[in-house]
Structures are given as C-alpha cells and as structure tokens.
C-alpha cells in the first residue's frame, strides 16, 4: 500500500525563519495535498499539487512536487507565529475522486 | 466561502451506545467521506459515499459502521455499538468532482469519546 513519509517530525524554529516540510511517497503520486491543522481541530485546505515539476504559492508558503512526483516540500518564508500548527501532506491514489492517504504530519512551533 | 460542517463538535457516549454523527457537506458537492483520526495518530480514511451508495470503504469500516445520506443535505456517520477504541476526531470531506483538480474540504470534526 502506499505510504507517505513526512520529515521532520516536528520543527521549532525563530520568528522570520524560513523552513521547509518534506513528504515523500514510496509510488509516484496522482495528486499531492497539503493541509494545515491546529491541535485538535480540522484540516484547513493550502494547497494541491498535480503535475510533475509544478510549484504553487499562496501568501508565505510555497509548494513543489518534484519530477517523478514521487516527492513534495512545503517551504513557509519569513515564518510568524500564525504558521504555527500540524501540516500534513495527503496523497490521491489515483485520478478522480479517492480518499486521500496522509502522512503523520510535522508539528510547527514558531517562536516570536 | 461555503464550508464543510460537523455536528456535534464534542461527543461522549457510553461502550456499547449507538451514536450518529452528522454532516452537511457543501452544496454542490457530489463524494463524500468519513476518516478518523485517534489522537496522536494519523488521519486515516472510513468511508466514500457516491450517488447514494459505498464507493469504498477501509477495513476499519466494520458491519458496526453505516453511513446514510438521509436527505438532500445531511451525510451521516453511525457507530451501532461504540468501543472503546473508537474513541477519535471524526472527519467528513467532501469534493465537487466535476474535474480531477477539484480538492477535498474538510469539516471542523466531531471529538467522540467512549466511556
């Protein structure tokens, strides 16, 4: 079955770092997600990436699947206390509309 | 900007008790799910619901597991006799699925707590 890895674990970093979020599947993914979540709530849609090599930006985050589409990262510039939360990348088997597996997430802390 | 909702937020129950949790999806949105996730662990996947019936289900999707979409609105999830074990954040998504690029939003979850 397919299983998403995501590293780091957890991450603490300084107000106005950049940091970067890594999730890797071990088969090439139809369609990559990534979610935002605060401890104990929902999942907050940021982005989806579908075709290899694409990249997409919303406000400080950006997102990229690489090539093979077998790889994302999730990079936040200029990090601020609001970025704090669980990201958590979910991937499609394949086309149309099948649930989604996800990875065990990276925990942020951002620390002004 | 429409959105998922999950009612209740918070559910306690007693092993052994029937519960329902409920659901509205958005609108004009046509697959729906139910996935879970026990504290600490990762979001893991129950159900998809399309055109009135199961498309997939997981093997954590028991015979103690059922879904219904009661009305035009509603999708529910029912838990016939709770376990322990079930205790969980219960999360309902939905997708429009007119395109392959349409993404999945999430509800707010409903906490179940089993006694």
């Known amino acids: 079955s397919q299983e998403l890895e995501q590293s780091p674990q957890s991450l603490i970093v300084q107000e106005g770092k950049n940091l970067t979020i890594n999730c890797t599947s071990s088969?090439?993914?139809?369609?990559l997600y990534w979610y935002k979540q605060k401890y104990g709530e929902g999942l907050i849609f940021l982005m989806m990436?579908?075709?290899?090599?694409e990249e997409k930006s919303h406000e400080k985050i950006t997102a990229k699947l690489d090539e093979k589409k077998q790889q994302s990262s999730l990079h936040i510039t200029a990090s601020q206390p609001s970025h704090a939360g669980i990201y958590l990348c979910?991937?499609?088997?394949?086309?149309?509309?099948?649930?989604?597996?996800f990875g065990a997430g990276t925990r942020l802390a951002v620390h002004p | 900007e429409p959105e998922v909702t999950q009612t209740p937020s918070h559910q306690v129950t007693q092993m052994g008790q029937e519960v329902i949790l409920r659901c509205v999806p958005i609108s004009n949105h046509l697959y729906f799910y139910w996935y879970r996730q026990i504290l600490g662990q990762k979001v893991e996947f129950l159900v998809s619901?399309?055109?009135?019936?199961?498309?997939?289900k997981s093997e954590i999707f028991d015979d103690q597991f059922s879904v219904e979409r009661p009305d035009g609105s509603n999708f529910t999830l029912k838990i016939r006799s709770t376990k322990l074990e079930d205790s969980a954040m219960y999360f309902c998504?939905?997708?429009?699925?007119?395109?392959?690029?349409?993404?999945?939003?999430f509800g707010p979850g409903t906490r179940l707590t089993v006694l």
């Open positions: 998504a939905s997708i429009r699925g007119y395109r392959s690029t349409d993404t999945q939003y």
């Open positions: 088969k090439t993914l139809y369609g």
């Open positions: 979910g991937a499609a088997r394949s086309g149309g509309y099948n649930k989604l597996i």
């Open positions: 619901f399309y055109n009135n019936e199961i498309s997939e």
């Open positions: 990436l579908q075709k290899g090599g």
